[in-house]
């Protein structure tokens, strides 16, 4: 998934630039954007993905025939992107030593077993308490190290939106359920207050799958709320709002306009 690969990629792009000196900026940008590009091929690919998937019953490669010309699309754009910036002048820098800390993984470890056991079981209060009163007692810097800003971002993030759709259709307000205002509404939307709740709130009107799927999907590309993945990417990187959508907002832009005009002249 997507938001997987920010948590696992991003610290190694962030080591690469100051090894070599690189744009960082630019690399965690493009980055993010790869991530949520091609995340968008699969219905597993992330989390609005599933949720589409589970909606309306697709074949699995059903969904990946739908989003196939999109992402082939906008994947070309990405690598158009990348090979038509003129290089830069990289120098080879040397990184401090990374201190391996034998104590906080042996208690990860054990964490690790012991919250799968406890998820197999149906115990996921137990587990969660229990990982915290390990830390808490044994590895109390990691806990007062952590991004709770960005823990607290993904408690948002998985909020149930249904409720927010059925009352904007009781309030009378009519959603679009197809075609390019659909891929424009759920896009935009998507800047607002991210593509996944995004995708819960157009559901509740029963929209066509692949217009809403492109929408937010290429909605993750723009702005840093737009996808789970950018948050991530941008926190771990450290990468000012400014730089990430200098870079993240014209390729939102044109993907856009690339994608509406496919969906209007093939009447997807």
Known sequence: M???????FIPLVVALSELSGMDKARAVTLSAIAANVGSALTPIGNPQNIIIWREYGLGFFAFIRGMLPFVLLWLSLLLAIVFLTP????????????AFRKDLFLVSALLLGLNVYLGETGRHELSIALTLLAFLLLERDVLLSFDWALVLT??????????????????????????????????????????????????????AWLPLAVGVNAGGTGTVVGSLANLIAVRIARVSLRDFHRCSLPYFIVVLVISAGLILAFNF
């Open 154 to 207: 993904f408690a948002f993030i998985f909020i149930d939106f249904n409720e927010l759709s059925t009352l904007l259709i009781k309030a009378g307000l009519s959603l679009p359920t197809g075609g390019v205002g659909l891929v424009l509404a759920s896009a935009g939307l998507s800047q607002l207050i991210s593509n996944v709740p995004a995708t819960v709130v157009f559901l509740g009107s029963k929209p």
């Open 87 to 98: 290089d830069e002048p990289l120098s080879v820098r040397s990184l401090p030593p990374v």
């Open 2 to 8: 997507n938001d997987t690969a920010m948590l696992v």
